[in-house]
């Protein structure tokens, strides 16, 4: 089983900051995978940014990056150059194993930029 | 292409009614998951499906929930007699079956349900 912390309930960020978003998790797993995904106001789930627990680098997708400490078991989404649009609720998780499995989220971080 | 579509978008059900959530995952997709989204929570997991087949329905919180997926594409959640804490988004994600690689889950827009 795994559990996802994130401790931030909301941040504020002034808009083309950069802005990490905090994600500790634990499992007893060997092989998992940790992820993270965007609901905007809307409601619909959106996939940012996987990383495997095998991946020694860091994973990147454009403007997002995640900050794989495996000793610390944490996982920070970092933000590049913010946007208006960036305004939305952030989810961590993590699966066991590789693949099809259910996903475990965190209770979220509420980010609002700042124009 | 299409993505995972959900019906209704909006339920209004009173204690001890019936209902029926349906998803249309994305097509050829094999595996299907439900999650609950209390409001100011992340999704919980309730159930999988890979084709019709349930491998997975621990997270399912009685047995008033039921979900199907008959001819291994659209599924349905049904929950009977509802009560106010089944008030909820429900949400419905699909994803293709690979090898030992990340699957990325395709969420739908989720059905809203209130239960009065």
């Known amino acids: 089983a795994q559990k996802i912390t994130q401790t931030q309930p909301g941040m504020f960020v002034q808009e083309k900051e950069a802005v990490t978003l905090d994600c500790t998790y634990d499992t007893s797993d060997q092989s998992y995978g940790l992820f993270w995904y965007k609901q905007p106001s809307s409601g619909e789930m959106i996939f940012l940014i996987y990383?495997?627990?095998?991946?020694?680098q860091n994973a990147t997708e454009g403007r997002y990056s995640l900050n794989f400490q495996k000793a610390r078991k944490s996982a920070n989404l970092v933000i590049s150059a913010s946007q208006l649009g960036d305004s939305a609720m952030y989810f961590c998780?993590?699966?066991?194993?590789?693949?099809?499995?259910?996903?475990?989220f965190g209770t979220g971080t509420r980010l609002t930029i700042i124009p | 292409g299409a993505g995972v579509s959900q019906s209704p978008r909006y339920k209004v059900a009173k204690r001890g009614q019936d209902v029926a959530l349906r998803c249309d995952p994305i097509?050829?997709?094999?595996?299907l998951f439900w999650y609950q989204q209390a409001l100011g929570q992340g999704p919980e997991f309730l159930t999988y499906f890979q084709n019709e087949a349930q491998l997975d329905k621990s997270g399912l919180p009685s047995d008033r929930f039921f979900a199907e997926r008959p001819e291994g594409s659209v599924s349905t959640l049904k929950i009977q007699r509802t009560q106010q804490e089944d008030s909820a988004v429900y949400l419905c994600?699909?994803?293709?079956?690979?090898?030992?690689?990340?699957?990325?889950?395709?969420f739908g827009p989720g059905t809203r349900l209130t239960v009065l």
């Open positions: 990383q495997g627990s095998y991946d020694e």
């Open positions: 994600a699909s994803s293709r079956l690979q090898g030992n690689s990340y699957n990325e889950q395709f």
């Open positions: 998780g993590a699966e066991a194993g590789f693949g099809n499995e259910k996903l475990t």
């Open positions: 097509s050829g997709h094999v595996s």
